[in-house]
């Protein structure tokens, strides 16, 4: 006959334990149900006795222990530094919040409010919340069109000097901080007066203008580069400074397709590129000769150069090809030698962060070298390299080993558009393809180009005065 498993019964004591712990957790899960849904009791005092985080910025999560705060989100409002919180929660011993942007000042003030929403009472804590500035993306200058039709361009004062298209290369004047000149391809130049807060057009004559450079010598006159399609024809120019870079002379060589050029900041001998020829070339001042640097690894490619603050290397932005290449300076014969690839793949676009070849990028353009306060006590390159993923509408970070990372951009689902406000979740480009940096100011502008307008990289200013809460 065959036998028949049996669940052995549980020993009377056991039954006993059991009973006894279900009965015990039954009473304390009612005994916390019931201190979640007490109300506001108004014969009773709102304590507050504690919060965490003690500092953090806008977007953090703030929780206030205490007691008699209620239940009611509709009737709780919490003013940190001045400004009014998001309540996203309530029990009668805590409160959750999150902080809002500029709450620079700290204070926390606890408010329960009857069905009017007037105030019955308010509380304050002891301590000051640290409040952090976070960077934040902006809209600096030129109007938003969400009708493109109704684009409009103009010369104007900040707040009223129409849209910019086709934003290609930013560049400061390094004898003035307060003008800021950019390139457009097909479309008009401009420079940007901080001091007059005025946008003007800066008139080249050329169809067509790629990047803006300046010469090391004394002057420092400014370098346009013509992107023609003529092998006759010059590609670089000089603006002289002395004629507020309106009269230009021509550097006596004819070049194709100029994307980029780069002045090394030591010796002072201008880099340029060539799109068909695909071949980076190096023109010595001094004597007037053009020769061959050094060919890239690809022909009919747009190339741009952004060289390092020392000059001891170089970056090339391959565009069409997705991949940023390296190359290094060699002193003892002025030049630069043969590039190796330092983040991305040739022909591989798409979008990841990683260090070298598996990192990916989609058509990258403009980027700036940025000092890192982080480095100092490591030694070694000082510096960090911003720049525009275009198609990935985004800014990223590479260091100096190579480590990509996204900065700013791509929103809350990686697509394009226009959003201002955290760097990472909020914040969205289309097609950024120019970026400058502040030192003075520690803050970027990008040039927003699929927006038609700057946005500006900056901490939180605390120029606006502190809003009333009653």
């Given at each position: 006959?065959?036998?028949?498993?049996?669940?052995?019964?549980?020993?009377?004591?056991?039954?006993?334990?059991?009973?006894?712990?279900?009965?015990?957790?039954?009473?304390?899960?009612?005994?916390?149900?019931?201190?979640?849904?007490?109300?506001?009791?108004?014969?009773?005092?709102?304590?507050?006795?504690?919060?965490?985080?003690?500092?953090?910025?806008?977007?953090?999560?703030?929780?206030?222990?205490?007691?008699?705060?209620?239940?009611?989100?509709?009737?709780?409002?919490?003013?940190?530094?001045?400004?009014?919180?998001?309540?996203?929660?309530?029990?009668?011993?805590?409160?959750?919040?999150?902080?809002?942007?500029?709450?620079y000042a700290g204070d926390i003030r606890v408010s329960i409010l009857d069905d009017e929403g007037k105030e019955l009472v308010n509380v304050e804590t002891k301590e000051r919340f640290e409040y952090t500035k976070k960077l934040l993306v902006s809209t600096f200058l030129g109007k938003y069109y969400?009708?493109?039709?109704?684009?409009?361009?103009?010369?104007?004062?900040?707040?009223?000097?129409?849209?910019?298209?086709?934003?290609?290369?930013?560049?400061?004047?390094?004898?003035?901080?307060?003008?800021?000149?950019?390139?457009?391809?097909?479309?008009?130049?401009?420079?940007?007066?901080?001091?007059?807060?005025?946008?003007?057009?800066?008139?080249?004559?050329?169809?067509?203008?790629?990047?803006?450079?300046?010469?090391?010598?004394?002057?420092?006159?400014?370098?346009?580069?013509?992107?023609?399609?003529?092998?006759?024809?010059?590609?670089?120019?000089?603006?002289?400074?002395?004629?507020?870079?309106?009269?230009?002379?021509?550097?006596?060589?004819?070049?194709?397709?100029?994307?980029?050029?780069?002045?090394?900041?030591?010796?002072?001998?201008?880099?340029?590129?060539?799109?068909?020829?695909?071949?980076?070339?190096?023109?010595?001042?001094?004597?007037?000769?053009?020769?061959?640097?050094?060919?890239?690894?690809?022909?009919?490619?747009?190339?741009?150069?952004?060289?390092?603050?020392?000059?001891?290397?170089?970056?090339?932005?391959?565009?069409?090809?997705?991949?940023?290449?390296?190359?290094?300076?060699?002193?003892?014969?002025?030049?630069?030698?043969?590039?190796?690839?330092?983040?991305?793949?040739?022909?591989?676009?798409?979008?990841?962060?990683?260090?070298?070849?598996?990192?990916?990028?989609?058509?990258?353009?403009?980027?700036?070298?940025?000092?890192?306060?982080?480095?100092?006590?490591?030694?070694?390159?000082?510096?960090?390299?911003?720049?525009?993923?275009?198609?990935?509408?985004?800014?990223?970070?590479?260091?100096?080993?190579?480590?990509?990372?996204?900065?700013?951009?791509?929103?809350?689902?990686?697509?394009?558009?226009?959003?201002?406000?955290?760097?990472?979740?909020?914040?969205?480009?289309?097609?950024?393809?120019?970026?400058?940096?502040?030192?003075?100011?520690?803050?970027?502008?990008?040039?927003?180009?699929?927006?038609?307008?700057?946005?500006?990289?900056?901490?939180?200013?605390?120029?606006?005065?502190?809003?009333?809460?009653?």
């Open positions: 006959m065959e036998k028949k498993n049996r669940i052995k019964p549980i020993s009377w004591p056991i039954q006993v334990i059991i009973i006894l712990l279900t009965t015990l957790c039954f009473i304390q899960c009612k005994e916390d149900s019931d201190k979640q849904t007490i109300g506001f009791d108004p014969s009773k005092q709102v304590v507050i006795t504690d919060f965490y985080p003690k500092e953090g910025g806008v977007g953090s999560k703030l929780i206030l222990y205490g007691e008699n705060f209620g239940n009611d989100i509709s009737k709780t409002k919490v003013v940190i530094g001045g400004k009014v919180a998001k309540v996203v929660g309530v029990q009668n011993n805590s409160v959750y919040c999150v902080i809002p942007e500029k709450a969400e009708v493109g039709s109704n684009f409009e361009e103009k010369e104007g004062p900040f707040n009223d000097c129409g849209a910019f298209k086709g934003m290609l290369w930013f560049s400061f004047d390094p004898k003035n901080s307060n003008h800021l000149y950019f390139s457009a391809d097909y479309n008009s130049a401009r420079l940007i007066d901080f001091e007059k807060q005025y946008v003007s057009y800066f008139r080249t004559g050329f169809d067509r203008v790629s990047v803006l450079n300046w010469r090391l010598d004394a002057n420092q006159d400014m370098i346009v580069s013509h992107n023609q399609s003529s092998d006759t024809r010059y590609g670089n120019y000089l603006f002289s400074r002395e004629s507020k870079f309106i009269q230009n002379n021509p550097i006596p060589v004819y070049a194709r397709g100029v994307n980029g050029t780069i002045i090394h900041p030591q010796n002072g001998e201008l880099y340029y590129s060539r799109f068909r020829a695909g071949d980076i070339r190096r023109y010595d001042f001094a004597t007037g000769e053009d020769k061959l640097a050094f060919p890239n690894p690809y022909s009919a490619v747009a190339i741009y150069m952004v060289v390092h603050p020392s000059g001891d290397y170089a970056y090339l932005i391959q565009y069409d090809r997705h991949f940023i290449m390296r190359t290094d300076y060699d002193y003892a014969r002025k030049t630069f030698t043969t590039p190796y690839t330092i983040a991305g793949a040739a022909g591989s676009s798409g979008y990841a962060d990683g260090v070298g070849t598996n990192a990916r990028l989609n058509n990258p353009v403009q980027g700036v070298f940025v000092k890192n306060p982080d480095y100092e006590q490591n030694g070694g390159d000082q510096y960090d390299f911003y720049f525009c993923d275009k198609e990935n509408h985004a800014i990223r970070r590479m260091t100096p080993q190579g480590r990509i990372s996204t900065f700013a951009g791509r929103g809350n689902n990686g697509t394009s558009g226009y959003a201002d406000g955290d760097l990472r979740t909020e914040a969205r480009f289309k097609q950024p393809q120019a970026i400058a940096y502040d030192e003075a100011k520690e803050c970027f502008y990008i040039g927003d180009t699929g927006n038609w307008i700057i946005r500006k990289i900056a901490k939180e200013e605390e120029e606006e005065a502190v809003e009333t809460t009653n």
